[in-house]
């Protein structure tokens, strides 16, 4: 599961966004494989997770 927000300020000049991938920690799996004389199991997983805070601001406003 991925969860963002983003919120304005100023104006709406100012935006501030959250995001969080794999909030549950649930992007892995597991395997087994086995054949004659042969047997193999594992996990895996994916990537950890992850958060990021982005912030980005507006110096002037486009002219329209």
Same mark, same amino acid.
């Given at each position: /599961?991925?969860?963002?927000?983003? *919120?304005? %300020?100023?104006?709406? !000049?100012? +935006?501030? +966004?959250? !995001? /969080? @991938? $794999?909030?549950?920690?649930? @992007? *892995?799996?597991?395997? &087994? *494989? %086995?054949d004659d004389? %042969?047997? &193999? $199991?594992g996990e %895996?997983?994916?990537? @950890?997770?992850? /958060?990021? #805070?982005?912030?980005?601001y507006i110096?002037?406003?486009? #002219? /329209?």
């Open positions: /599961i991925d969860v963002g927000a983003s *919120r304005d %300020f100023l104006k709406k !000049n100012l +935006t501030v +966004t959250l !995001n /969080i @991938r $794999d909030l549950l920690n649930q @992007r *892995r799996w597991s395997y &087994e *494989r %086995f004389g %042969f047997y &193999e $199991d %895996f997983q994916w990537m @950890r997770n992850s /958060i990021s #805070l982005n912030v980005s110096l002037s406003s486009p #002219l /329209i």
